[in-house]
């Protein structure tokens, strides 16, 4: 689960594993699709690697 702000509904909200739509590896970082709650599609590009995050998506 990860903290996001979304752009659409302008709020910042807890997205389940289960939103996720796919994750992809690039060279900026990893690069994740989500839906948000209120139906929005949404990415989030993550940090390098060992960050917490991306421990984070891979217990996902
Ligand atoms: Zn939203």
């Known amino acids: 689960m990860f903290d996001r702000h979304c752009s659409a509904c302008d709020r910042t909200q807890l997205i ?3 939103q996720i739509s796919s994750v992809t590896n690039t060279d900026h970082g990893i690069l994740v699709s ?3 709650w209120c ?3 949404q990415t989030w590009l993550t940090g390098a690697r060992g960050h917490a995050d991306e421990a984070a998506l891979v217990a996902a």
């Open 16 to 18: 389940f594993p289960s």
């Open 34 to 36: 989500y839906t948000c």
């Open 39 to 41: 139906g929005a599609e």
